[in-house]
């Protein structure tokens, strides 16, 4: 009897060993590899790219019977809506699901565009200022300060006025906003970078300033850049969210995550909902572009790497 008590324990023992073996490497594989923001950032780019076909409705369909209806599950079964809305309907009975979706479409083409012409002009002049030095340099340097020192939310709605609010001023004031972060961090890159002994030599060897630039400087740049442009991304599409609600961003009816946000904001006591899922999704997609980003920076720092390993 006592042996088979004592081979039930090990067993029971074994089996527990097991178990704590198999959720800690799940636990490591996670920890080591970006798989949900990849999750929320892969859902985030195929609604993007597939909104027209996989939406239920057309973002701008209006039914005012169903005006504030609830989620599916919340819906009552005596309720006179129409027809059922899995996140519910906004206050003039446009599908928050589907708006969502093609919110999700131009939060990222507006960031896209925006973060490429801010890195273009950013990784440009933090190369050129610690490349030449001297006046060049101070000359950048003081403008990124003045930059900064800018209140870019009363610059933007100073913009939207004169000029309008569409898409394109949107994509332009998003674009000055962008090109700043990167040039104190290629700059510092590019100081460390410009003393190493293969650029030296390719000094020496006679290679022009351009060359050595984009062949030598450039290569060693790309991870921080990489880092910053994603969390650039988020920054971006949090800061569309921002202007969108305050009425300096998109321009209605067209789906934007911070224009839904700020037209639901009247009926948070009794359609929550018109506000929140939007607000949800701008929260998971800036915090996964947050945590690529740190993911990015570790896996591309050896020291780092190491002490993760």
Known sequence: MSELSTTYRASAADERFRTRSRIGLVYSFVRRWPILPGIVLAALVFSAIFAPWIAPQAPNVQALRDRNAPPVWLADEEGTWTQSYLLGADQVGRDVLSRIIH?????????????LSGLLVGVTLGLVAAWYGGVIDEVIARAVDIWHALPFLLVAIVVVTLFGGSLTVLMGVLAMVSWAGFVRNVRADVLTLREREYVLMARVCGASAPRVIVRHILPGVVPTIMVIATLAVGGLILTEATLS?????????????????????????????SSFFPGLAIFLVVMSLNFMGDWIRDFTDPRLRQQAD
């Not at 919110?103 to 973060?115: K, T």
């Not at 009425?247 to 359609?271: D, H, K, Q």
Request: proline residues 7%.
């Open 245 to 273: 609600f305050l009425g300096a961003g998109i321009p209605a009816p067209t789906p934007s995550w911070g224009l839904m946000v700020s037209e639901g904001r009247e009926y948070l006591t009794t359609a929550w909902w």
């Open 103 to 115: 919110g999700a479409r131009i939060s990222l083409a507006v960031a896209g565009v925006a973060l």
